[in-house]
């Protein structure tokens, strides 16, 4: 890219470490070398979390023979690990992990491009009701002793009725504007949380209820690799199209009449949005239960590393999701002799990281308006 | 370039009109003014004209590309006044469309054009409010537009800025754009525009040369306040007479 007057010669300054050099680009232009290493080391950083949360666990298995064990799909290597070890990697850890890591990076892309959306940093998946209505499928689901498979169709049929409630709700005042649909989520959440309460409230004390309050509190237990298709086809399909639209979430977070007036079709690409993160939400939650804050958090450290641009955000925000997910699902399973659930721990981690977070802008300000 | 033609609008749920009644044409190279008093529909007429807003009643005809300048924009991300600039490209190309190196060169030469290059890297919310709008005049540059209305371009800005800011439209004028602003100034539109509309509310506007239409009558009429034009100085200028 010939730009001139570029601040920051990349050339400049070769000694830096890779992290401070793209840390030290970030306000400047998009400059397409340091970013791509900025993802290579994003990369580099998920494959290295994931091999050690495989080798982490009860199980002890050595770092070096997981590695051994993946490898050996690829090159023929010499078989000296337990059978064991092999299905425990593959069978029990792999999958979980895989899921955690998806999940992260799809709750994380929806903060990031719903932040964009509304305009409001302050904004989580949660804000636009789908997480309460496929909160309700998974537990109405639950309650009927369907299979997993039922789950993930509730949830994703709930989560779907939530985001038309929601638009309907914002839109029978006549206005389409933001604050009518976040007005609207509020009131569907609501609704969809009430009827949580109704449907706890009437489940066995000894068999379902305590599966639905658990599925609630999120897990990544009992993740099969089903479930990994479960997020990566939406993740493959409504992410990939969400990060297609990067510039377009850009100019749609200088608000509703300045996008109009720069020619962008403000209504059709706002739905657009919607309908793909509600996809992402939803498959989420049919796998995971409700797993809260990590769609809020990320992406504020993301901006921190990329400035606000969201054609660079949102990849950033995916990757630092996934690696923030298995990181502290790694913890969940390895922490305490039970397992602790996850959404417990990301509100547990959240709550005072939002709070630095915070406090932090307010000292700096989120813009200097 | 543009005309309109005796063009109304009310909100969907209400009955009565914003505006009513407003007609004027404007050629290119040509600069118009819009003044009125607070409430008169100065931002709702140019949201019309934008086609933010449907008209109720009228015709509006342009040819060319409208672009718009906003009397300032709020947006909570810290973009920088590059990312901020290249958005002029807008969705021209669809939903999907990112901005090409094209758009980035065009991005630079409007930065150029209104003297903000050098703060390309620097965050558009560390800019003074003439800075700012400034780069929201090349952002509208940017799409090459044929048309570009601004909404009350000085208003608040200091004198050196809001010369600045005037000196910018008389050049886009002179460069063959028909430019549309609003201001509370009638003194900044004798020295800029060539046309003036004045608008009131309930009232028919009023459209015609700017020598001819800021008359000491016709703005006291307008604010409700005496407000002279003197011939004496070395270039006329027109105050307000505070009670």
Redesign the interface.
């Given at each position: 890219?010939?730009?001139?007057?570029?601040?920051?010669n990349p050339t400049s300054k070769p000694k830096l470490s890779l992290l401070a050099f793209a840390l030290n680009q970030q306000?400047?232009?998009i400059n397409f070398t340091s970013f791509n290493a900025l993802l290579a080391l994003l990369l580099a950083l998920l494959i290295m979390t994931i091999t050690f949360a495989l080798s982490t666990g009860r199980y002890d298995i050595e770092f070096i023979k997981v590695i051994k064990i993946l490898g050996s799909h690829i090159v023929d290597l010499p078989n000296d690990w337990k059978i064991v070890e092999q299905r425990v990697v593959e069978l029990v850890r792999l999958p979980r992990i895989l899921v955690a890591a998806l999940c992260g990076a799809a709750l994380s892309l929806c903060g990031a491009a719903l932040q964009?959306l509304f305009?409001?940093?302050l904004v989580g998946p949660q804000i636009i009701g789908v997480s309460s209505g496929a909160a309700f499928g998974g537990v109405m689901a639950i309650l009927l002793m369907l299979t997993d498979y039922w789950i993930s169709l509730f949830s994703f049929g709930f989560g779907s009725l939530a985001l038309l409630l929601t638009l309907g709700i914002s839109r029978s005042g006549?206005g389409s504007n933001i604050l009518s649909l976040v007005l609207g989520g509020i009131v569907t959440s609501a609704f969809f949380a009430s009827l949580i309460a109704l449907v706890k409230y009437t489940a066995d004390p000894d068999d379902t209820l305590p599966t639905i309050v658990y599925w609630l509190m999120g897990s990544f237990n009992e993740s099969s690799y089903t479930d990994v298709l479960y997020v990566l086809i939406p993740l493959l399909t409504a992410g990939v199209l969400v990060i297609?639209?990067?510039?377009?979430i850009?100019?749609l977070?200088?608000?509703e009449?300045?996008?109009?007036?720069?020619?962008?079709?403000v209504d059709?690409?706002r739905w657009?949005i919607l309908l793909s993160i509600t996809l992402m939400i939803a498959a989420t939650v049919s796998v995971s239960g409700i797993v809260g804050w990590v769609g809020l958090i990320v992406p504020h450290f993301a901006?921190m590393i990329t400035?606000?641009?969201h054609?660079r955000l949102l990849p950033v925000s995916m990757f630092i999701g996934s690696i923030y997910m298995v990181l502290v699902d790694t913890v969940a399973r390895t922490a305490s002799y039970g397992e602790i659930p996850i959404g417990v721990l990301t509100a547990l981690l959240g709550a005072p990281i939002f709070a630095w977070l915070l406090y932090r802008t307010q000292l700096r300000g989120?813009?200097?308006? | 370039m543009i005309e309109v033609k005796n063009i109304s609008f009310c909100y969907?749920?209400s009955k009565s009109a914003i505006f009513e009644g407003h007609n004027f044409s404007l050629k290119k190279s040509q600069v118009l003014a819009i003044l009125g008093p607070n409430g008169s529909g100065k931002t709702t007429l140019i949201?019309t004209l934008?086609k933010?807003l449907p008209i109720s009643t009228g015709t509006i005809q342009h040819s060319g590309r409208c672009?718009?300048v906003?009397q300032y924009?709020?947006?909570?991300?810290?973009?920088?006044v590059?990312?901020m600039t290249v958005?002029?490209a807008?969705?021209?190309h669809g939903?999907?469309?990112?901005?090409q190196?094209q758009d980035?060169?065009r991005c630079?030469e409007a930065l150029e054009k209104v003297g903000m290059?050098?703060f390309?890297?620097?965050?558009f919310?560390?800019l003074s409010g003439g800075q700012r709008q400034m780069v929201l005049i090349a952002?509208a540059l940017v799409?090459n537009p044929d048309i570009m209305i601004l909404d009350e371009p000085t208003s608040a800005l200091d004198y050196y800025n809001q010369n600045k800011v005037l000196q910018t439209i008389k050049e886009l004028a002179n460069q063959g754009k028909a430019v549309i602003f609003s201001t509370h100034c009638p003194l900044q539109a004798l020295q800029v525009a060539d046309q003036v509309l004045l608008v009131k509310k309930d009232q028919q506007s009023i459209f015609g040369s700017a020598s001819e239409i800021l008359t000491s009558r016709l703005l006291t009429d307008l604010y409700q306040l005496h407000i002279a034009r003197d011939h004496s100085f070395p270039r006329e200028i027109i105050a307000p007479i505070y009670d």
């Open positions: 890219m010939n730009l001139k007057n570029t601040v920051n306000r400047y232009k964009g305009r409001n940093p006549g297609r639209m990067r510039f377009i850009n100019i977070s200088l608000g009449e300045e996008a109009h007036s720069l020619g962008v079709n059709r690409s657009m901006r400035g606000a641009n054609a989120w813009s200097n308006d | 969907p749920n949201k934008l933010i672009s718009y906003p924009t709020a947006s909570p991300f810290d973009y920088t590059r990312e958005m002029g807008g969705g021209q939903m999907f469309s990112t901005p190196k980035y060169l630079d290059l050098s390309a890297a620097k965050s919310t560390q952002r799409s």
